[in-house]
């Protein structure tokens, strides 16, 4: 008898979508769907959009009676071009895909229509479902907020999630709790904007106040972390919470995108390159040992090489150590798109010159790690996850996944650190 699993959820894209992979996967199973597979696309890119028709194509192939559902962002924007593929059964809107009541409208065998996509600028509701875990994964993600309000230039994602949406503080934090009890100690903060959360609550509260009220309220949670921060939001509470709380982790993602004053204008950013230094140096004053992530994008339309320049060296002026580069993609109804475009090629060799500077980063950041004692998340397959994100590989037979254990940082090897157990002190 065949152990393939009847109904399969492959998620492309951003740790919100992974989240809410798990409150569709519920509201599947709910429905006894079986014998399907939905394609959860992500459409920051086109090679996002690219990776998510191959996934579909190699599903068909491999299991050719299985119902085909596509949702997501690149469902959303792009609804038609997946109905018109002969391989896709059922397209779904990033609304509806939340929509207990969809699902069980497609558990029916001849379910129609093929498309339910609505406008996702009228949506006023998140995820904000209850999730028990997350399907061989040491850390949860916590949603506590949707959409976003801001129109970068270059960016489509939110006409793909609407306006942004704030989960109330109550609502995190009984997911909070139900994620401890299932036994994780970590868990990632998550949403399209999440600096923006509070702004459509009574009162308008900011980020850091929720993160506060939630560390308070589950004292039993070891390490909370979290996802993308716009530089132009970062609150006072949030920063306060930076400098005191033990148990956020000392590793911030930045949405920097570029390190050029004219490209930031030009991409509509609300931040200019000195206010990133300046965020990065003021946290660096509040925590010591905080390190940084950041978002950059390379080859924007109308950037120079002096442009490009300045977006490099921003790198070492901020003190940036994990970087996720992205060569510039055109998004059809963006603004940027219809701006002067730059060598696909020149974009390919700018985005991997700042990869060479994010890998010149992070080596100089674990080499200063040798020899210190770490307190490391234990994930599968002997490897784990430092306090400050960094990747480590553990000590044959150490200890158990999910665990927090004390480890010594001894060596470097193909870009991970490699541990040894602490000595009790």
């Not at 609304?95 to 093929?114: R, T």
């Not at 004219?262 to 230094?277: A, E, N, P, W």
């Not at 002997?382 to 158990?400: D, E, I, S, V, Y």
């Amino acid at each position: 008898m065949s152990s393939e699993p009847t109904l399969e959820v492959i998620t492309f894209g951003c740790r919100l979508n992974s989240y809410e992979s798990e409150v569709i996967r519920a509201h599947a199973s709910a429905a006894s769907i079986d014998n399907a597979i939905i394609i959860h696309t992500c459409a920051v890119t086109a090679e996002a959009e690219r990776q998510a028709r191959q996934a579909i194509r190699k599903a068909r192939r491999e299991r050719p009676g299985a119902r085909l559902i596509v949702t997501g962002c690149s469902a959303q924007v792009a609804s038609r071009a997946y109905a018109d593929m002969p391989e896709v059964d059922h397209v779904v809107g990033n609304a509806e895909k939340l929509d207990p009541d969809v699902w069980k409208l497609l558990a029916q065998p001849s379910a129609k229509p093929k498309v339910q996509v609505g406008d996702i600028m009228l949506a006023r509701e998140t995820a904000g479902h209850l999730v028990e875990g997350f399907d061989g994964r040491t850390r949860a993600f916590l949603e506590v907020q949707g959409g976003c309000d801001h129109r970068c230039t270059f960016c489509i994602i939110p006409f793909g999630r609407g306006p942004s949406r704030s989960i109330a503080a109550s609502r995190v934090i009984e997911q909070a709790r139900l994620l401890v009890a299932a036994g994780y100690r970590e868990l990632v903060v998550t949403g399209v904007d999440i600096t923006s959360w509070g702004k459509d609550l009574e009162g308008t509260p900011t980020l850091g106040s929720l993160l506060r009220d939630l560390l308070d309220s589950v004292p039993d949670l070891p390490r909370l972390r979290l996802s993308s921060l716009d530089p132009a939001e970062i609150d006072p509470d949030l920063q306060r919470l930076i400098r005191d709380e033990p148990r956020l982790m000392p590793h911030l993602h930045l949405s920097v995108q570029a390190g050029d004053d004219l490209t930031l204008k030009r991409m509509k950013r609300r931040h200019s390159r000195r206010d990133v230094i300046e965020v990065a140096q003021h946290l660096r004053s509040l925590r010591s040992d905080i390190v940084y992530g950041a978002d950059l994008i390379a080859g924007f339309p109308t950037e120079t090489e002096t442009m490009f320049e300045n977006t490099l060296q921003l790198v070492d002026e901020a003190g940036l150590t994990y970087l996720h580069v992205f060569p510039y993609s055109p998004r059809a109804g963006t603004p940027a798109a219809r701006m002067p475009q730059v060598d696909r090629n020149i974009r390919k060799e700018r985005a991997k010159r700042l990869r060479e500077a994010g890998d010149a980063a992070l080596g100089r950041f674990l080499a200063s790690q040798i020899g210190r004692r770490q307190s490391v998340l234990v994930e599968q397959g002997g490897m784990g996850r430092t306090a400050h994100f960094a990747t480590m590989r553990l000590p044959p037979g150490g200890p158990a996944v999910s665990s927090i254990a004390e480890i010594v940082a001894t060596d470097i090897e193909d870009g991970l650190l490699v541990g040894s157990m602490a000595e009790a002190a």
